[in-house]
């Protein structure tokens, strides 16, 4: 409508006081107005496109903070992982492996359904391990919590792993997830979690999400990790609100160059009150409050913690490794730092001094 009382206005002005040679001047500057109107517009319906097909709503302040209220909070413009840019480029990305250390997942929901890793070296529900990496049937994972390989159990215990996996996947949709399961809920040990991490590495994992952490260091898990630096492991810096500058929580504590500690952030910028932080214990902060998050069945909730902010790194470290698959984990880490959004009241929470940032970090890789 804009366009068209445009057009009439110019054609208006033409027939009353210009003659001939203005009136091609006239049409051109008509026609460069409704190309730049009209560039917007389309802009503006290709940013809408990009957060629909990621399933990306108006509170999902983590990937376009406007401001907005989420949950009677209002959020600070800009305060965000900056991916739109890279989703609007349609960069163009290849398929990588995440294994979720966690819970079990809801393999039927809306996201996971398309991305779950399947063990094409093993068949179905044959009774035998085809494949001879010691697991039986393991076509969609394993559970070593119960020693079977049911990913799924039940709504109450396997809810966390599943929205952490639905965060990873909303901001890298290229990704696959292998389940490896050791949690029941809450609860579960270091060594089942170490053999889970080693499973996934034998998978084909090149990226390792720990959205938990233990008090106690595991040797064996501490090795694994050392010996593994073609692997990258995001893990989370925990929610007891500790300097890991002076206590540690493991893995996100292992002083290796393949492990990057994530703590986390509200829409506002600063810290979240419980998270983790130090400035050399802890390397990126990310989205880590009021974050709108799928569960099993399609539910919907929100959830606070670095667990959720753990996810998006390690999004945004598969969306990196995507875009250039020679990449070490050394690498990824590096530029995951290097790119981070500076705010002056993180200056000494985390080692970067900011917020994760997806774009500005894949522009480091040029």
Not at 109 to 131: Q, T, V
Request: charged content about 25%; aromatic content about 10%.
């Amino acid at each position: 409508m804009i366009i068209y009382e445009i057009v009439l206005v110019f054609l208006f002005l033409e027939d009353e006081f210009l003659k001939s040679k203005k009136k091609i001047i006239i049409g051109i500057v008509c026609i460069i107005v409704i190309i730049v109107l009209g560039s917007v517009a389309f802009r503006n319906i290709s940013y809408t496109n990009s957060l629909k097909s990621h399933y990306v709503s108006r509170l999902d302040w983590a990937y376009n903070n406007k401001g907005q209220k989420v949950k009677g909070v209002s959020g600070t413009k800009g305060i965000d992982i900056d991916i739109i840019p890279f989703w609007q480029k349609k960069l163009d990305t290849n398929s990588v492996l995440v294994g979720v250390i966690d819970t079990g997942e809801y393999k039927k929901g809306k996201l996971l359904k398309n991305h779950i890793w399947s063990n094409k070296r093993e068949k179905a529900n044959d009774g035998k391990d085809n494949d001879k990496n010691g697991y039986i049937d393991d076509q969609y994972g394993w559970d070593f919590y119960n020693n079977d390989n049911t990913i799924y159990d039940n709504y109450l215990y396997d809810y966390h792993g599943t929205y952490i996996a639905n965060e990873i996947i909303k901001t890298n949709p290229k990704v696959q997830i292998i389940v490896s399961k050791f949690m029941k809920g809450t609860k579960g040990d270091a060594l089942d979690a170490t053999k889970a991490i080693n499973y996934a590495i034998n998978s084909g994992a090149r990226i390792i999400n720990c959205s938990w952490d233990f008090y106690k260091d595991e040797p064996k898990m501490r090795q694994l990790i050392h010996d593994n630096q073609n692997v990258l492991f995001v893990c989370a810096a925990g929610n007891s609100n500790l300097n890991l500058d002076k206590e540690d929580i493991f893995p996100a504590s292992y002083d290796e160059d393949n492990v990057i500690s994530v703590g986390a952030v509200n829409s506002q910028g600063k810290l979240y009150e419980y998270g983790g932080y130090g400035k050399n214990g802890v390397d990126i902060l990310a989205p880590g409050e009021n974050i709108n998050i799928l569960l099993p069945e399609n539910d919907k909730e929100y959830v606070d913690g670095t667990s959720i902010a753990t996810s998006y790194v390690s999004g945004a470290a598969s969306l990196l490794l995507g875009a250039k698959p020679d990449l070490k984990p050394y690498e990824i880490k590096k530029v995951i730092i290097n790119g981070a959004k500076k705010e002056t009241g993180l200056r000494n929470k985390c080692k970067s001094g900011g917020i994760l940032d997806i774009y500005a970090s894949y522009l480091l890789l040029k």
